[in-house]
């Protein structure tokens, strides 16, 4: 008898349901809005703070699931509701987990708290990696970290690009290279405490999705930070960067890589809700909308369709589980599967979007049907954490075993 099952179990369906309602109750109805407004939408994150949805202790439920499956499926419900949102709600898990893959356990302890802080003082966490000259290259970053041994002290200096809650965050978790020499091999990560000097938020991004969700530059300017806020501490950091310069290679992973590994799969599952979303929309005005005397799903060009966003949605949701449940259980990705749950989501949300809106014809393009805000938003999903086309590299050098270019 094989106990084999894809069955979610009864907690996961009551968490499902859980968040679904919010997204529905809370979320979607002030989509738009937010949307529109292009601001961080302050009373949603404290209503998901008041239920417990935004928060330290639900994150840390989330990631002790030993499927791995609470993220993705809560994720994909939340999404649904609305991607900006979403991000906006969860935009500081990738500081925590940033502070999770490189920290201490006691500068986990210290730390992860403080970028939710509590329902009657939210906080927000930043990942600040990407650069303006460094966005999939992340092996080429500039910003500069130097230890001030006099004073125990790190000195940051540099201007980072495209960060969620960049500037807004209470705290924000810096990859910044120690060793320029060796590459993405002399970085580390450092914490900037809430109220840090130099540390200030450049030009706000006005995007083509995903309004809700705030991403800015971050500029460092002679940021001083106690030794204490390197991540990993410096004994490790000396140790890692010694056996790069006599060897050529550690076997660990760059800071960011690593986080960024173990979160393509939640990715993707945020992709999967925005699909999901535009798929059952589409999918229930094209029983409804009646064109030359009946349903247009009558027709198989609208059928065929929409029996495609399914099969695509289904496909991409299996990947995005398999990776899942494979991170979470310490399962070596050998073929690359985190990038390939990321990169199949992330282009079927593409496509599904695009779909529902040929389905609806005109209204569809109009902002008065929520298909087009989803398009927009989906677009993001072939682009950020990794293009599509790193993800195909990722795989391929994993299939292949070698340095494909």
Request: glycine share 10%; hydrophobic share 40%; net charge negative.
């Amino acid at each position: 008898m094989s106990d084999f099952s894809l069955e979610l179990s009864e907690d996961h369906l009551q968490l499902q349901k859980w968040v679904h309602d919010f997204a529905e109750n809370v979320v979607r109805p002030v989509a738009h809005e937010w949307d529109e407004r292009e601001e961080f939408p302050w009373p949603v994150v404290q209503e998901a703070a008041n239920i417990g949805l935004y928060g330290f202790d639900f994150m840390a439920n989330v990631f002790t699931d030993p499927t791995g499956l609470t993220l993705p499926v809560c994720l994909e419900e939340l999404w649904w509701g609305d991607a900006g949102i979403g991000l906006a709600l969860f935009g500081s898990a990738l500081a925590a987990a940033g502070i999770s893959g490189n920290g201490t356990p006691e500068q986990v302890i210290e730390w992860v708290p403080q970028c939710y802080g509590t329902p009657e003082k939210i906080q927000l966490g930043a990942f600040c990696v990407s650069e303006p000259d460094a966005g999939s290259d992340v092996s080429s970053l500039r910003t500069r970290a130097v230890y001030d041994e006099a004073n125990d002290e790190w000195v940051l200096n540099g201007t980072k690009a495209w960060i969620t809650n960049g500037g807004i965050a209470d705290v924000h978790v810096v990859v910044a290279a120690v060793d320029p020499a060796l590459k993405g091999r002399g970085q580390a990560s450092f914490i900037v405490p809430p109220g840090t000097k130099g540390l200030s938020q450049g030009q706000k991004y006005q995007k083509h999705g995903i309004r809700a969700s705030h991403t800015a530059e971050v500029v460092l300017d002679d940021v001083r930070v106690p030794g204490r806020c390197l991540l990993g501490g410096k004994e490790k950091l000396d140790a890692k960067l010694a056996r790069a310069r006599d060897a050529g290679h550690t076997g660990a992973k760059q800071p960011a890589m690593a986080t960024f590994e173990a979160t393509r799969p939640a990715v993707g599952a945020q992709a999967l809700g925005i699909a999901r979303a535009a798929y059952e929309y589409s999918l229930e005005y094209a029983k409804e909308r009646h064109a030359f005397g009946r349903p247009i799903i009558m027709n198989q060009a609208i059928a065929f369709k929409l029996a495609d966003m399914r099969m695509e949605i289904d496909a991409a949701r299996l990947l995005v589980w398999r990776a899942a449940w494979m991170a979470r259980n310490g399962k070596q990705f050998v073929a690359g599967e985190g990038s390939m749950s990321k990169l199949k989501a992330g282009e079927v949300a593409v496509k599904v979007t695009e779909e529902a809106i040929q389905i609806l014809g005109g209204y569809g393009y109009t902002r008065e049907y929520p298909v087009e805000r989803w398009h927009r938003d989906a677009k993001i999903y072939t682009i950020f954490e990794g293009t599509s086309e790193i993800q195909r590299l990722v795989i391929a050098r994993a299939i292949s075993g070698l340095r494909v270019e």
